[in-house]
T-cell receptor, first 111, second 115 residues
């Protein structure tokens, strides 16, 4: 069964304290792995797509990496405005167009 | 450019009623997907429409249905509401079918409460 597990469920950081979020997945044929950010009361906002092991993508203080079994979202020197829930999702070849989401990591950054 | 618009924003219904939710995708986008988000299950795929045709369907009962119009606007309907249907229903659009790995643009959702 295709599934996505994110850890930790919640993470509290001080401003400037770097850390990583984990996304472990099992999927029968990965078509793509996606990272989204969701703020309270809003829909998810796209961050990155990764397609193959070894791929990396960066955007401001965020960097996403991918291996054959997991993905990491590295947050360097976070700021309070980075506080949000970060969602990982996979698209499996056999699942067609559907995204399979993890339950997310809620990040809180305090100044 | 306007984003994905979902109406209504909040909805309260009672068990046994039916409900229709509406979604207007970003102009020019032809694919619309629907997801259900609950605290316990997270986001779960409901269905996807592309050029007025249902391209994919998730593992939900037949009480959940949808359609897409020629202008790409989409509606989803839930009949015979149950308490467990209380959730945030999210609509997402993309330029082409998500099968091409295009990123999804989500609306802010409709929060449905079933009493």
């Amino acid at each position: 069964e295709d599934q996505v597990t994110q850890s930790p469920e919640a993470l509290r950081l001080q401003e400037g304290e770097s850390s990583s979020l984990n996304c472990s997945y099992t999927v029968s044929g990965l078509r793509g792995l996606f990272w989204y950010r969701q703020d309270p009361g809003k829909g998810p906002e796209f961050l990155f797509t990764l397609y193959s092991a070894g791929e990396e993508k960066e955007k401001e203080r965020l960097k996403a990496t991918l291996t054959k079994k997991e993905s990491f979202l590295h947050i360097t020197a976070p700021k309070p405005e980075d506080s949000a829930t970060y969602l990982c999702a996979v698209q499996a070849r056999q699942a067609g167009t559907a995204l399979i989401f993890g339950k997310g990591t809620t990040l809180s950054v305090s100044s | 450019k306007a984003g994905v618009t979902q109406t209504p924003r909040y909805l309260i219904k009672t068990r046994g009623q039916q409900v229709t939710l509406s979604c207007s995708p970003i102009s020019g986008h032809r694919s619309v997907s629907w997801y259900q988000q609950t605290p316990g299950q997270g986001l779960q795929f409901l269905f996807e429409y592309f050029s007025e045709t249902q391209r994919n369907k998730g593992n939900f009962p037949g009480r959940f249905s949808g359609r897409q119009f020629s202008n790409s606007r989409s509606e989803m309907n839930v009949s015979t509401l149950e308490l467990g249907d209380s959730a945030l229903y999210l609509c997402a659009s993309s330029l082409d079918s998500p099968a091409t790995n295009e990123k999804l643009f989500f609306g802010s959702g409709t929060q449905l409460s079933v009493l």
